[in-house]
């Protein structure tokens, strides 16, 4: 369907499209004002940003939110693929009701009813086991929980539609099937990884009440810092930071997008060519 | 082709569950049985000591099973007329919120699914983007334009349509803004996978047959579009319930959402028993939502791939 749409729809869509972004471009705009009060522009400056590197608790923070980002998206891409892999090939076993509800419910559920039962989890082992102590592992575990969801879901979806032909044959030729998998499906479906892992990363980054509920005394994450921060009011160096992780997040999922799109086409010119 | 012939994945049954044993018990550990420490801990008391409740099944020396439960925190979110009075005004404002969010994000869904390939995939992108930065640094840039010095105010002032600055900072109206606008991208992602897939032949037989487009809409479009509309609508109105957040920072005092409460109860009162309470009989009210978005889940979502 490639003709115009009606100039009412396309009105619409242009203004919702400049609400989601006129917020953030604002506030982009005030992170470069010389005037720390943010209702008057009192001309360029980088100064904001000058100010950040000082910022230890800051900084602390963010290398912090870094680390349990890294690790969390790695583990969910890990259990998200066994996940999808298990959804959409295996039809029928014993607790597949069970698995697709605990990674559909993490999508929806709210972040708070989630927080406030994993830390009752937590602090009932500790009382049991004496094990874990809240901070940077139990924050990895909580974030693991639902970015497996999303791993899960965005690889499904991906696998659901890969061409099993290719993963047959390789097993025709006499590869196990566990080889057969690796050696066709996994290349099909490493975008879905990609973006998955990616997506964890970001929403590991941004979690304010999972985190919240979750960690311990001294463990405090970006979010937080920012929240106790932003609670008390609009304040020029958090434009700053925001700046920088907006720019940082834009530009990654920019380049995540065309290297995926490039990797794509490649395969679809790989199996035109094995196809003549 | 035969290939449905051909083996298919045929792992023995036991290597099998070496794939889906770590994801499954992961979530049963971290996800589920979490579920039943706050039933369990919904029957204790407040006590002072680390945990701050008793225990509601002991053991003693002689190794019997002791059970002590009590119903007081229920019976306590019955009389204290604030839960009641936050679950009602959270539904409604999830509600309305999700109804503003479904009559923009179709529009909006629909205009995409209109225009071509390439143009379709650069929309998605705009609209996706702003759900990849964070969303509460999304919520915090909203505050610089709504509050008293903000750009809004001061576009107004400057049109010469108000002579005030409104005040919308902690109000009401500041909160349905901030859901709509965090929530609009989810809303939009189903609606578009649902109606990108519409059979355009269906709507071209409707003309030939005499309908308006605007009858032709409502008996063909609206009617196949709605899993996207179901999909979408829950995966603003379930979140936006519990949302914290939101009427945190931008709400007021009077916003006294569920999110609000539960996390007062918990790290201002410290009345762990209370909040698991709030949240087993808040879990209560979202099975059915959530059972909704299951059913409808797997006709979305395609869009996030």
């Known amino acids: ?276 | 082709m035969s290939l449905q012939f051909l083996p298919k994945f045929n792992l023995s049954r036991h290597r099998r569950w070496l794939i889906i044993a770590p994801p499954l018990l992961f979530l049963l550990v971290f996800f589920l049985i979490p579920f039943g420490f706050a039933l369990t801990i919904s029957f204790a008391q407040t006590a002072i000591h680390v945990p701050p409740y008793t225990d509601v099944v002991s053991m003693d020396a002689q190794h019997r099973l002791h059970v002590s439960a009590h119903l007081d925190n229920y019976r306590y979110l019955l009389t204290d007329k604030v839960y009641a009075l936050s679950y009602l005004y959270s539904l409604k404002t999830a509600f309305f919120s999700t109804l503003i969010c479904l009559l923009i994000g179709y529009p909006m869904a629909y205009a995409i699914s209109r225009t071509s390939r390439s143009a379709q995939s650069i929309l998605l992108l705009v609209i996706i983007l702003p759900f990849w930065t964070s969303f509460l640094l999304r919520v915090y840039a909203l505050e610089g334009i709504i509050r008293e010095n903000g750009l809004l105010n001061q576009a107004l002032l400057w049109l010469g349509l108000i002579h005030q600055p409104l005040q919308l900072m902690h109000t009401t109206a500041a909160v349905y803004v901030g859901i709509i606008y965090s929530y609009l991208p989810f809303m939009v992602l189903p609606l578009f996978a649902t109606l990108e897939k519409l059979d355009h032949t269906l709507l071209e037989a409707s003309a030939d047959l005499g309908s308006p487009p605007w009858r032709a809409f409502l008996d063909v479009t609206l009617p196949l579009s709605m899993p996207g509309v179901i999909a979408g609508s829950m995966l603003v109105f379930i979140p936006a319930i519990g949302e914290f957040v939101i009427p945190t920072l931008l709400g007021g005092a009077d916003n006294l959402m569920i999110g609000r409460v539960l996390w007062d109860e918990f790290f201002g009162n410290r009345d762990w028993p209370v909040a698991s309470a709030v949240a087993v009989v808040f879990l209560v009210f979202l099975v059915g939502p959530i059972a909704i978005y299951q059913h409808y889940q797997g006709k979305d979502l395609e869009a996030h791939a």
């Open chain 1, 1 to 276: 369907m490639n003709e115009r749409p009606p100039s009412m729809l396309m009105t619409v869509l242009a203004i919702g499209v400049a609400l989601l972004y006129i917020p953030m471009l604002v506030m982009i705009g005030y992170s470069f004002n010389a005037s720390p009060l943010v209702g008057i522009w009192g001309g360029f400056s980088t100064h904001w940003y000058r100010e950040l590197v000082h910022n230890d608790q800051l900084i602390g923070a963010a290398w912090l939110s870094l680390r349990i980002g890294f690790v969390a998206a790695t583990a969910a891409m890990v259990l998200g693929t066994l996940a999808a892999i298990a959804l959409v090939r295996f039809k029928k076993f014993r607790g597949r009701f069970a698995l697709t509800a605990m990674v559909n419910a993490p999508l929806v559920m709210p972040e708070i009813i989630t927080g406030i039962t994993q830390l009752l989890l937590l602090i009932s082992m500790l009382h049991l086991f004496g094990w874990p102590h809240r901070g940077f592992l139990t924050i990895v575990l909580a974030h693991v929980t639902f970015c497996t969801a999303y791993v899960t879901v965005t690889v499904q979806s991906r696998l659901a539609s890969a061409d099993r032909s290719l993963e047959e044959a390789a097993m025709d030729l006499g590869s196990g099937p566990v080889r057969a998998f690796i050696d066709t499906t996994l290349p099909i479906i490493a975008p879905a990884l990609a973006s998955g892992w990616l997506l964890s990363f970001t929403l590991s980054l941004d979690d304010l009440v999972i985190s919240s509920f979750v960690s311990g005394p001294g463990a405090s994450t970006l979010p937080m810092v920012i929240f106790s921060k932003v609670k008390l009011g609009v304040s020029p160096d958090i434009n700053a930071l925001a700046t920088l992780i907006i720019a940082t997040v834009g530009v990654g999922v920019l380049i995540a997008g065309v290297l995926m799109r490039r990797a794509d086409q490649q395969r679809l010119r790989d199996l035109q060519l094995a196809a003549q």
